[in-house]
Each structure stands twice: as structure tokens, then as C-alpha cells.
């Protein structure tokens, strides 16, 4: 079994003040499928490879229909969108489908201070956390939510055409979050994680001009908040992110996932960035670990330390995503040996 990393030597590691070893977190990102398709023997294999920071998820607000008893706590304001348009997340409904519709919309936008949305976590917290470095967890803050919530090909046209009420609904986003941090902090936790999938595989979804105006203000209010409470702050971005990454480093963003095999050149974006940001470098998923050998999934682990890594930390390592259910076994236990070793 390997033994897991302090706490301490995970922030030396984020802050690159001197770590030698690599701390692993999201490196046993089961996808869909992959769990029932490996059983019990998928967990007796993954045991000897633990997770150095305890990850927590609150319950973030429903789309369509609240999680909790209270109808209210969900991002959508109609209590029916049977027959409306669903080109959202995860083929959700479009919620705001018509600006027209945008005061009603933020009159019914859930309350984050939302009784009973932390209960599990400090309860899991305190069973399982053990002391590792903590980190609060949900996905979707400003690009992600807003396509949730008007449907990507509005979104595209919003921002040319509608960016006033697309920072407005923004800057309620940012104040919703702005509890959640709060709420994470009161808890103890080291740092937070979210996510935007602000690139596609050959660059940013929105132009940098666009970035700039409607996103980095959120993202620079967001990271000072979270920095005040004494958080590190970690995103999830798929695609190349390449154009926007001076803009979130200057923003304050501690540590970047996953840096996308095929879309951000790796070797370029540690010789630009790695004095300045620490990464969360991910495993690819889509390419080498469902087709490679166990020995090219090796290498490609040891090319992620070699590219990352320095003496003063600034590496950690996960799956680059959810890892696909058509993945052999023993290539995700070539890649868990190979990340565990120092």
C-alpha cells in the first residue's frame, strides 16, 4: 500500500516551495460504465493507490427539478419544461430559452445557503478525510453554467448580442459561488475545484476579446474570494486553453487540469507557465490509456513527470477525465503503479 502524502507536502507542492514527491488525486476517475464493467475486481486492483487529498461534493442545485424537498433549489424557473428546447448539458432543457424571461429567472434562482446541501460532506469529512489536504468540489462556474442555463447555441450568439444580461446572470453566478466557498471554508477545507471547459481541440470556445469582457472579472472576484478564505483554487478546462492561460494565471488560479493530450502542447505549456502555475496533469483517456499497451501507458506517466515536475513541486496527477469503460484493467493499473512511484 502506498503511503499517502501530507497534507503539508501537498501545498508544497501546489505553492512549489519544495516537494519531492508527486501527490495524486482524480487519478481513479471511473467514467460511466467503467465500474460496472470491472465489478469488485476494479477496486481490489485500485486499492493499493489512495488518493493523497480528500475530495467533498456538496449538493449543487437541480436544473429542471430540485434535489432537495425545496421545489426552488434548481436553476430553472418553469415548474414544466416538458416540450422545451434541450440543447444544454447533458441534453438538459434550455432554461432561460428567452431573455425576456430574466427577471423571472433571477427572482427563483436557488438560495446557496440552501439547508442540508453540506450535511453529507462534513459527515463524510469527518469520517474520511484523515487529516489529507481537503479540497471542495463541484462542477460548472461561469462558461459551463450559463451554457447550462441558455444552451450553447445561444450562448454563442449572447456574445455578440445579449453581453449585458449575460453579466448579469454571471455576477449572480459569482455570488452563489461565493457562499459555496464560504460554506466550504467554515468546513476547513484547503481549497476548492471546479470546472469550465473553456477550450475545444484547437482553442478557446469564446474568442479572448470576449473572455476577457464577460469572464475574467468573475474569475478574478471568484479566486481573490476563494484566496481570502485561505483556498487554493483548482480548474478543470477541457481543450486548448492555450490563449486564455496568461489571463488565468494573472486571475490567481493556483493549479490547472488537465492540460489535454492533443490539443495543448505539454512540453510548450510547462516552459511557459510552470513558474507560475501548478498542474494537475491528466492522464490522456481518450487515446493511450483505452489503446496503448501497459508499457506505453507507463511512459506516457514518467513523460508527464519529466514535463511537470520540478524540484520545487508544481505537479500533481489524475486522469485527464472520466476513464472510458472500454479501458483494459491492466492499463489502469500500469497507470496507478506508474503515478505511485517516486
Excluded at 481513479?28 to 487529498?53: C, S, T
Excluded at 437541480?62 to 436553476?75: D, I, K, Q, V, W
Amino acid at each position: 500500500m502506498r503511503e499517502p502524502i501530507s497534507r503539508e507536502e501537498v501545498i508544497r507542492a501546489i505553492e512549489r516551495t519544495g516537494s519531492d514527491r508527486i501527490p495524486l488525486v482524480f487519478h481513479k476517475w471511473w467514467g460511466e460504465g467503467l465500474q460496472e464493467r470491472y465489478g469488485a475486481a476494479l477496486d481490489e486492483m485500485a486499492a493499493p493507490f489512495p488518493e493523497d487529498i480528500y475530495t467533498g461534493w456538496y449538493v449543487e442545485p437541480g436544473t429542471e427539478t430540485s434535489p432537495t424537498a425545496n421545489p426552488h433549489y434548481r436553476l430553472g424557473y418553469r415548474d414544466d419544461y416538458s416540450g422545451a428546447e434541450r440543447h444544454s448539458i447533458g441534453r438538459a432543457a434550455v432554461l432561460l430559452p428567452d431573455w425576456s424571461e430574466l427577471d423571472r429567472f433571477l427572482a427563483d434562482f436557488p438560495d446557496p445557503n440552501e439547508p442540508g446541501t453540506f450535511d453529507a460532506v462534513k459527515e463524510d469529512m469527518e469520517k474520511n478525510a484523515k487529516g489529507r489536504y481537503k479540497l471542495g468540489c463541484w462542477w460548472k462556474v461561469f462558461h459551463e453554467r450559463l451554457w447550462t442555463i441558455r444552451g450553447m447555441e445561444n450562448l454563442m450568439l449572447d456574445y455578440y448580442d445579449a453581453m449585458d444580461e449575460l453579466k448579469i446572470v454571471g455576477r449572480r453566478i459569482l455570488e452563489f459561488d461565493k457562499v459555496i466557498i464560504d460554506r466550504f471554508a467554515a468546513l476547513g477545507f484547503d481549497g476548492i475545484f471546479t470546472s469550465d471547459d473553456l477550450g475545444h481541440q484547437t482553442g478557446p470556445m469564446m474568442s479572448p476579446a470576449v473572455f476577457r469582457e464577460l469572464y475574467l472579472p468573475l474569475y478574478e472576484e471568484f479566486i481573490d474570494y476563494a484566496h481570502q478564505k485561505g483556498m487554493h483554487v483548482f480548474l478543470h478546462s477541457c481543450g486548448d486553453n492555450t490563449l486564455l492561460m496568461d489571463d488565468l494565471i494573472g486571475a490567481g488560479l493556483d493549479v490547472f487540469h488537465p492540460v489535454q493530450k492533443g490539443c495543448m502542447d505539454m512540453e510548450e505549456t510547462a516552459r511557459r507557465f510552470g513558474d507560475r502555475l501548478t498542474f494537475l496533469a491528466g492522464m490522456d483517456v481518450q487515446y493511450t490509456l483505452p489503446n496503448g499497451t501497459p508499457d506505453q501507458v507507463r511512459e506516457e506517466v514518467r513523460f508527464l513527470k519529466r514535463t511537470f515536475h520540478t524540484e520545487r513541486g508544481g505537479l500533481l496527477l489524475a486522469a485527464g477525465n472520466g476513464i472510458l469503460s472500454d479501458t483494459p484493467i491492466e492499463n489502469i493499473e500500469a497507470m496507478l503503479d506508474e503515478m505511485s512511484r517516486e
